[in-house]
């Protein structure tokens, strides 16, 4: 017997194997959840599939979040081949490199509509498109980050996206708890994925999160995967509307400060 056992999650925003998506797709999975993928398009082939072939799974559909034509094919298609639905994974972010490399002041419009659709709306989007296949007792997470309540630079739009994000995460509990489906947040320390590499000074914040953090490391992906696996599975059954940190506490810091 194992956690997930018998349970079926769909995840969305793996790229390659140093997704977050990925490090949540092998926690469940390795608990006994069947695991089906959704991505970008030009990820599916050379990427995705691949990485769902290791874990026997072939549901591997494309789906760009901005796009609700998409993410109605995509539960359609899932509706025909696995029925229902026990953890959605959300674990998508966008905002254009010039909203991340100037200065927040000088977001523009369409740039700031952008990021928020993308990294916040299509969370209320999937929700909604998963509902009616929905059991009682599922699991919606969501991957979030520290920049949504305090000031980290270059974060920028992106830090107001999931500051949208997490407030959306309670709304969305509210509405979805006398359904008995939760809905939570990990909020994840620095990780070297694709959407971190070249952003301008990730490198030695990343360095120095380490020397500064309580638990003086780096965060891994297996890392949030194994928060993940806690809040998909009915270990964290009255939990819902939380923010939990995988951040090796970097967040409690009033001032962090390197050893002497
Ligand atoms: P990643 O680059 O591996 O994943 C980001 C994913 O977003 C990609 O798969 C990309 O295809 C997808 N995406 C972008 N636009 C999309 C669209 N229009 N439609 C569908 N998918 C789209 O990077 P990651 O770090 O694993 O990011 C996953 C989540 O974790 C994001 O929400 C990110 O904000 C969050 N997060 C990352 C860190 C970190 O340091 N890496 C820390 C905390 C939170
Ligand atoms: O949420 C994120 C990454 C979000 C992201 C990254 C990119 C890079 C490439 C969104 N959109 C894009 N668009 C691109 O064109 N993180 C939590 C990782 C991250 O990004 C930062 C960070 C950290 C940490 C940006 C600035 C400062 C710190």
């Keep these: 017997m194992t956690l997930l056992d018998g349970k079926k999650a769909l ?46 799974s072939t549901f591997v ?4 979040v901005q796009d609700d034509g998409q993410i109605h094919a995509v539960f359609d298609k899932w509706r025909d081949s ?3 639905l026990d953890v959605l994974v ?41 509902l009616p296949l929905l059991r009682p007792g599922a699991s919606i997470l969501t991957l979030t980050y520290y920049g949504a309540e305090k000031v980290v630079a270059h974060y920028n739009v992106m830090g107001v996206a999931k500051a949208a994000l997490e407030a959306s995460v ?4 509210a509405d979805l708890g006398p359904r008995a489906v939760r809905v939570n947040a990990i909020s994840a320390g620095p990780i070297r994925t694709l959407a971190a590499s070249g952003i301008a000074g990730f490198k030695s914040m990343y360095g ?5 953090a309580p638990l003086r490391k780096n965060i891994t992906i297996d890392d949030v995967g ?10 964290s059954s009255a939990v819902t509307g939380e923010v939990l940190y995988v951040d090796g506490g970097f967040n409690i810091l009033g001032v962090p400060t390197r050893d002497e």
């Design 11 to 56: 995840i969305f925003g793996v790229a390659n194997d140093h997704s977050i998506a990925w490090g949540i797709a092998q926690a469940l999975h390795a608990e006994g959840a069947t695991v089906g993928f959704s991505s970008v398009e030009s990820l599916i082939d050379k990427r995705v599939r691949p990485l769902a072939a290791r874990l026997g």
């Design 61 to 64: 559909e494309p789906c760009d």
């Design 82 to 84: 696995e029925g229902e």
């Design 90 to 130: 959300h674990a998508l972010a966008f905002a254009r490199r010039e909203e991340l490399d100037g200065a927040f002041v000088d977001t523009s419009r369409d740039g700031f509509a952008l990021a928020l659709d993308v990294s916040c709306y299509s969370l209320l989007a999937l929700t909604r498109g998963a």
């Design 170 to 173: 309670r709304y969305l509990a």
């Design 208 to 212: 120095s999160f380490r020397d500064v």
């Design 226 to 235: 194994r928060a993940a696996l806690f809040l998909a599975s009915d270990l």
